[in-house]
């Protein structure tokens, strides 16, 4: 057990587990973006890093299919930034609410050496999509391309060209996917963690494992911060989430189904 998974298990509140806790009616979540953890600046200008911290964020609501309402920001601010700067940081987060008709009700603001953001964001749902649900025969995909992530990162890493339109600057969140497909998913969450990470947390939420029908190499199944859907649905309900992701031009990869087995993932740990 990692020490991530560790500091979860100290804590016994059964609404912990999923994309983000479901509290009277209220779709619950909160993720941290810190500047030389999560980004550097010289990667993002600060309207970017505004705008991801936000879309990281939503993402777990979409996950869960969940319509995003309000957010809460908490943000620590270098004495170095200026007015202008500040006005940058407020265009990304403005932008992302805006996208997904949230209003941002309050929060704080500390003095720091560096940019650390949190966001909590408050959404809705009729029909939550959890990780708790997938059954043995069910099939397991993924939705979009994944890897250009990680590829960006590690160029970045090497002081060297990353493509803009990579996954890593650009996450695209599947809401309109989620909410047509949800009566025939049984379990879903984003990849934020690589796809073979967060099919190791699937695996645990179901007590499955997986027979691959097709081979992911660890260019993509280690890559985090994708923010695609992992998903599963019954096997009967194949052509018409093919026929629903074709309608999208959205590509959807079938690349497992779950079996009675267990579940380890290969990749190298993205927490402590």
């Known amino acids: 057990m990692n020490k991530e998974d560790f500091f979860i298990s100290c804590f016994n509140s059964k609404k912990i587990g999923d994309d983000a806790a479901i509290v009277e009616g209220w779709i619950i979540s909160k993720d941290a ?19 991801k911290s936000m ?5 777990d609501s979409i996950a869960m299919n969940a319509d995003p309402k309000y957010a809460l920001l ?14 940058n940081l407020h265009k990304g987060f403005d932008k992302a609410a805006k996208e997904f008709g949230i209003e941002i009700i309050g929060g704080d603001t ?9 966001v909590t964001i408050l959404a809705k749902s009729k029909k939550p999509l959890k990780r708790v649900g997938m059954k043995a025969g069910h099939l ?10 990680k590829k960006a990162l590690d160029s970045l890493l090497k002081n060297a060209y990353a493509n803009k339109k990579s996954r890593f600057f650009s996450p695209v969140l599947r809401q309109d996917f989620i909410s047509r497909t949800r009566n025939s998913l049984s379990s879903g969450m984003d990849i934020s963690d690589g796809l073979f990470s967060d099919l190791q947390k699937l695996s645990k939420a179901n007590r ?3 027979n691959f029908v097709e081979k ?12 695609e859907m992992l998903i599963s649905f019954p096997a009967r309900e194949r052509k018409k989430m093919q026929r629903l992701a074709s309608s999208q031009r959205l ?6 189904k779950a079996s009675r087995k267990n579940y380890k993932s290969t990749c190298k740990a993205h927490h402590f």
């Open 55 to 59: 879309i990281i964020n939503i993402s």
């Open 110 to 118: 500390v003095s720091n050496i560096k940019i650390d953001i949190t």
């Open 140 to 149: 397991v995909a993924y939705t979009g391309h994944l890897g250009s992530s």
């Open 208 to 210: 499955l494992g997986y």
């Open 251 to 256: 590509e959807l990869t079938v690349f497992a």
């Open 33 to 51: 973006f810190f500047e030389n953890v999560h980004f550097k600046r010289e990667w993002f200008c600060l309207e970017e890093i505004a705008y």
């Open 74 to 87: 908490a943000v620590a601010l270098p004495s170095s930034l200026t007015r202008a700067d500040i006005k």
């Open 216 to 227: 992911i190499p660890k260019s993509i199944g280690c890559s985090g911060e994708e923010y």
